[in-house]
């Protein structure tokens, strides 16, 4: 038997999922088809509430369509919502960008996540580790306020 995920909706209460099963039908004579199949369909709630998302606000590689989003994003992320937040956004020489607190508006996404152990791969794509002092890591962690585009607070991330 093979599982299929073939489609998401996400609601402000759950997502739903459509799972479809497909099996040998037992009443069909193999000599007459090729392959047959029984084809059982079922919805399958998740229940993921909204508080046990991580939110993460991504501004650079991490973006859907860039470079880095396929590897530690997709498949994996709840939701996306274009956002922004008060920075200053740098270009680093080595190709990537960095922010930091500023008054300007750094434009990015704001992704969420139903599996807290993303922080844990994002961590090691950016070579953050907590335990070392906050001069020590290239990047660090920070709870900021996100916007929607038209400046309504998204809440913090």
Same mark, same amino acid.
């Given at each position: 038997?093979?599982?299929?995920?073939?489609?998401?909706?996400?609601?402000?209460?759950?997502?739903?999922?459509?799972?479809?099963?497909?099996?040998?039908?037992?009443?069909?004579?193999?000599?007459?088809?090729?392959?047959?199949?029984?084809?059982? $369909?079922?919805?399958?709630?998740?229940?993921? +509430? %909204?508080?046990? @998302?991580?939110?993460?606000?991504?501004?650079? *590689? &991490?973006?859907?369509?860039?470079?880095?989003?396929?590897?530690?994003?997709?498949?994996?992320?709840?939701? $996306?919502?274009?956002?922004?937040?008060?920075? +200053? %956004?740098?270009? @680093?020489?080595?190709?990537?960008?960095?922010? *930091? &607190?500023?008054?300007?508006?750094?434009?990015?996404?704001?992704?969420?996540?139903?599996?807290?152990?993303?922080?844990?791969?994002?961590?090691?794509?950016?070579?953050?580790?907590?335990?070392?002092?906050?001069?020590?890591?290239?990047?660090?962690?920070?709870?900021?306020?996100?916007?929607?585009?038209?400046?309504?607070?998204?809440?913090?991330?």
């Amino acid at each position: 038997m093979s599982t299929y995920i073939v489609g998401q909706l996400l609601t402000d209460l759950y997502i739903s999922a459509i799972e479809v099963q497909l099996e040998l039908c037992p009443n069909c004579n193999p000599f007459r088809h090729s392959k047959s199949y029984l084809i059982k $369909v079922e919805m399958v709630e998740l229940n993921i +509430k %909204l508080s046990d @998302l991580v939110w993460v606000f991504v501004y650079g *590689t &991490l973006k859907p369509g860039e470079a880095n989003y396929k590897k530690y994003c997709a498949g994996k992320v709840v939701n $996306v919502k274009r956002a922004f937040v008060q920075g +200053k %956004l740098f270009a @680093l020489p080595m190709g990537y960008p960095a922010m *930091t &607190l500023g008054d300007s508006q750094v434009y990015g996404y704001l992704l969420s996540f139903s599996n807290p152990r993303v922080l844990n791969e994002l961590d090691v794509l950016e070579n953050y580790q907590p335990t070392r002092q906050p001069s020590e890591n290239l990047y660090n962690r920070q709870t900021i306020e996100v916007y929607e585009p038209q400046s309504t607070s998204l809440g913090w991330a």
